[in-house]
């Protein structure tokens, strides 16, 4: 009983001394954590180490507001520029015993460890500067940033080139969000000010979805149907090119949907893009050429409403034509699918080729379109004298035109028949000619 009563004292004791050396040893800890920077201490990559916190405070801030002085935020919005806003334009500081606070003193008994740590151990403690600044001016920096940063979206794009549709992706624009960007560079100023601040890591930068998408084009496939024709009289040229680029990527989507239209008339589209315009016959190629591209498309001919002209024309094969002007003359169609048609138009050279392009699905068989002319009427004359010829001479001044009756076909169905009237042919002959020598 007595041996266990002396190690029951003993142990009294060594508790005691444990307690007073612990005491006088944070004692000591508060009493240094109240004097000076421990060893190892930086702030940011400043050593401050050993240094009272009044002259560390004032190193740190003569430190920053040297670097704040002469260099710049710098910010990533894309891969390929650093966009730069200098700490001066924004008042940019830095509070010295703000930054030290940390390893200046306890609050509780769990800040224990740390000043154990930073005081008696060997690792290094750096300090994160604690930046103030103008929020206001760094906001309007960024506005104005926001200009170069800014980008807006590109729309999807197809076209018809050399026989095929061609798919050109959309690409995302984005937009500068101020708001997360200034709570953004906030938080990494108070990390690393100096260091490179990718906003596209800060959800700064908004996306900007185009308008047209890839997805728009998922209809549009392939090539149904497409015609050239040849661009035989010069001074037709402007029309031809006018009317080239007036129908060049029309839609037209399936009867009875809302969400665009699934008509299309020749006369009212270039009169609605040019209101002065007088319709020629340059643009009477350019809708003769579609007409033909309906019929390889294999457009029903109910659903097309075309007159042909009066008489043949060079350009395309009788039967093919189709006159446009102001007043009824049009060429118009719908589209009878269940998928989205597209209008393809260019002009290359001297030859202009119309393409309507669509769904795969609704590609027919393949469209042999065929002429036959099933009679002819030949030309009247009309002779006009000329002194300058010899009795009995002629000079044809103009050969006029036959008139023909043509039918036209798609594998091997009837789909119309045109008569052409005949134009005169006039006839220069010379004077006192017999009658008998002009009808040789």
């Known amino acids: 009983m007595k041996k266990t009563g002396n190690k029951l004292l003993i142990f009294l004791l060594i508790l005691v001394q444990s307690l007073l050396a612990m005491g006088v040893g944070i004692a000591v800890l508060f009493n240094a954590s109240g004097r000076d920077i421990p060893v190892n201490v930086y702030a940011g990559d400043l050593d401050i180490g050993g240094k009272g916190f009044e002259e560390a405070a004032r190193a740190i801030e003569a430190e920053y507001e040297a670097r704040f002085g002469v260099q710049h935020i710098r910010l990533k919005a894309d891969d390929d520029q650093i966009y730069e806003i200098p700490f001066s334009s924004i008042e940019a500081t830095v509070?010295?015993?703000?930054?030290?606070?940390?390893i200046m003193s306890m609050d509780g008994i769990e800040d224990i460890p740390r000043l154990i740590g930073a005081h008696f151990g060997n690792h290094t403690t750096v300090l994160s500067p604690v930046v103030k600044f103008n929020e206001s001016k760094l906001r309007m920096k960024l506005i104005e940033l926001s200009?170069?940063?800014?980008?807006?979206?590109?729309?999807?794009?197809?076209?018809?080139?050399?026989?095929l549709i061609e798919k050109e992706p959309?690409?995302?624009?984005?937009?500068?969000?101020?708001?997360?960007?200034a709570e953004f560079i906030r938080k990494q100023l108070s990390t690393d000010p100096f260091g490179i601040i990718d906003l596209r890591a800060g959800k700064a930068l908004d996306t900007v979805y185009a308008d047209v998408t890839m997805k728009d084009f998922d209809a549009i496939q392939v090539v149904l149907g497409e015609y050239s024709t040849s661009i035989m009289d010069g001074t037709l040229e402007d029309s031809i090119e006018s009317a080239v680029e007036g129908i060049n990527g029309i839609v037209l989507v399936p009867g009875g949907d809302p969400s665009g239209r699934s008509e299309f008339s020749f006369a009212e589209t270039m009169l609605s893009l040019y209101p002065d315009m007088t319709f020629d016959e340059g643009y009477c190629q350019v809708a003769s050429t579609m007409y033909a591209a309906?019929?390889?498309?294999?457009?029903?001919?109910?659903?097309?409403?075309?007159?042909?002209?009066?008489?043949?024309?060079?350009?395309?094969?009788?039967?093919?034509d189709a006159s446009v002007a102001e007043d009824a003359y049009d060429l118009r169609f719908s589209n009878p699918f269940g998928n989205t048609l597209a209008i393809y138009a260019v002009k290359k050279g001297t030859v202009v080729t119309v393409a309507i392009a669509g769904n795969r699905d609704d590609r027919p068989e393949k469209s042999v379109i065929s002429t036959q002319i099933v009679s002819k009427s030949a030309p009247p004359v009309y002779y006009v004298e000329n002194r300058d010829l010899k009795p009995g001479e002629k000079a044809v001044l103009d050969p006029g035109k036959e008139g023909i009756t043509v039918r036209v076909y798609r594998n091997n169905e009837l789909i119309s028949t045109d008569s052409y009237e005949a134009e005169s042919s006039i006839v220069q002959i010379g004077p006192n000619t017999d009658p008998e020598i002009k009808n040789k």
């Open 170 to 181: 959309d690409d995302p624009g984005v937009s500068l969000n101020v708001n997360n960007a």
């Open 294 to 320: 309906l019929l390889e498309a294999g457009i029903p001919t109910e659903n097309i409403i075309r007159l042909p002209h009066k008489l043949t024309v060079d350009y395309i094969e009788p039967g093919l």
């Open 147 to 163: 200009e170069s940063i800014d980008r807006d979206p590109v729309d999807a794009r197809i076209y018809y080139k050399d026989g």
């Open 95 to 102: 509070d010295g015993m703000a930054t030290i606070e940390p």
